[in-house]
């Protein structure tokens, strides 16, 4: 890979979005510090927002560029699986995800696990398993149930039903994580039982 491609935009787009873990992060510790916690939450919602986009924007534009890399293709996936899972402990750890919608959250991070681990087997005998439609539409009501609960307690004094409706799509994620989930797995054990 050329020291470029390292550096073209979809690849610095990819790596804003790692680096905005962290900031997130650092807004729900501020958050239990600061007198009025709403302005963390929503720069955390901002925070995550930016870096939503990004993940359209990174993969859109290294196809029409044609700057696709393996750097690229390899933390693409990483650093969206760092930003979800990151906010679901955050969520989680704040009580904003409790009861039986930790269950929901933990679907979707074993799905995670699970896909990215099948993935890298199947790489290793040259298997590429394509994302199925589907699975880019869970990603989606996934990324806005999380961007609803991100908000919570701060959106809730705005509209009362943010929290709730965060929760409610973060369930739709998860039983359609389980579909896709079994998907992969079907799809791939075909070729670890062959």
């Not at 239990?32 to 990174?58: H, N, P």
């Not at 930790?102 to 590429?128: D, F």
């Not at 896709?180 to 062959?194: E, I, Q």
Request: aromatic share 10%; hydrophobic share 55%.
């Amino acid at each position: 890979m050329s020291r470029n491609n390292a550096y073209s935009l979809p690849n610095l787009l990819t790596y804003a979005r790692i680096i905005a873990v962290p900031l997130v992060v650092l807004c729900f510790f501020l958050e239990g510090r600061l007198q009025s916690s709403d302005a963390a939450r929503w720069g955390a919602l901002v925070i995550f927002l930016i870096a939503s986009i990004t993940d359209f924007f990174d993969g859109y534009l290294a196809r029409i560029w044609q700057q696709t890399s393996t750097i690229g293709r390899m933390l693409d996936p990483i650093a969206d699986k760092l930003l979800v899972s990151a906010c679901l402990l955050l969520l989680a750890a704040d009580g904003t995800i409790a009861g039986w919608t930790l269950w929901a959250a933990i679907i979707i991070l074993c799905r995670e696990i699970l896909v990215s681990g099948l993935r890298e087997y199947l790489a290793e005998l040259k298997v590429s398993v394509p994302v199925s439609r589907l699975a880019k539409w869970k990603t989606t009501i996934q990324m806005v149930a999380i961007a609803f609960l991100l908000a919570g307690p701060a959106g809730d004094k705005i509209v009362p039903i943010i929290t709730i409706f965060g929760i409610i799509l973060l369930w739709i994620a998860a039983l359609i994580t389980l579909y896709t989930g079994w998907d992969y797995f079907r799809a791939g054990l075909k070729h670890v039982v062959d």
